[in-house]
């Protein structure tokens, strides 16, 4: 499990609860009816639990920034990590958050199909959105850095929503990936992450056309939610 900050407390840890409740949710096939049921399964107060996260709607929300916070740790244990070229920063954040997402694969794909309604499904992503566009408006700052004319800087708020889509392109794909070790999946990574610098840097547009190419052949249809 991803791993969050743990909490001056002697009993029990945000950290516990998040493991504690996708530990249940993948147990009894549904989340707990209610935050006393659960606090009382998992041994620990309501103050407790509320000491940490409002609702089980917050707690949801919290389990994906604590893996987002996972992957960054994990990216900044690199040392050399601050000197890649941005391309290698964002390859290197989608293969290293992929890989703890399907370290929790059981319990990502639960919620993601839990409701009918796949936008009632996609609330719980709201807090790792805003994440997500930090870090990519960060890369494209740093990039716009290195560009004489203004004319020429890439607008931050366009390309970090950019960024988030193409998160969400790549969680759907990675969803329905039935390929040894999500192999095809490393692929669209890939050829994503180099269609989108491409657009930032103004090249030619051939891995854009080659990233189309690999979605016709696996028959992919992205549907912007």
């Not at 009816?33 to 659960?38: L, S, V």
Request: hydrophobic share 40%.
């Amino acid at each position: 499990m991803a791993t969050v900050k743990k909490a001056t407390t002697k009993n029990i840890t945000a950290s516990d609860i998040i493991s504690k409740y996708m530990d249940y949710v993948l147990e009894h096939g549904k989340p707990p009816a209610t935050i006393y049921k659960f606090c009382k399964d998992i041994k620990c107060t309501e103050a407790e639990f509320y000491k940490f996260f409002g609702s089980f709607e917050g707690l949801k929300q919290h389990v994906w920034v604590a893996l987002y916070d996972s992957t960054v740790a994990t990216l900044h244990k690199d040392k050399d990590f601050e000197n890649y070229p941005n391309k290698d920063k964002m390859l290197s954040f989608f293969f290293t958050m992929f890989g703890n997402l399907t370290a929790n694969r059981s319990y990502v794909l639960f919620v993601l199909k839990e409701h009918s309604m796949p936008l009632k499904n996609l609330a719980q992503l709201k807090e790792l959105r805003v994440k997500v566009r930090d870090f990519a408006s960060s890369l494209i700052e740093e990039g716009n850095e290195d560009k004489s004319y203004k004319i020429t800087k890439n607008p931050v708020s366009l390309f970090s929503e950019g960024a988030w889509v193409q998160f969400l392109f790549l969680l759907r794909y990675w969803m329905n990936d039935n390929s040894p070790g999500f192999e095809k999946t490393d692929v669209a990574i890939e050829k994503s992450v180099k269609a989108i610098f491409d657009v930032f840097e103004t090249t030619p547009l051939e891995s854009i056309i080659d990233f189309g190419k690999f979605l016709v052949k696996e028959n992919f249809a992205f549907a912007k939610a």
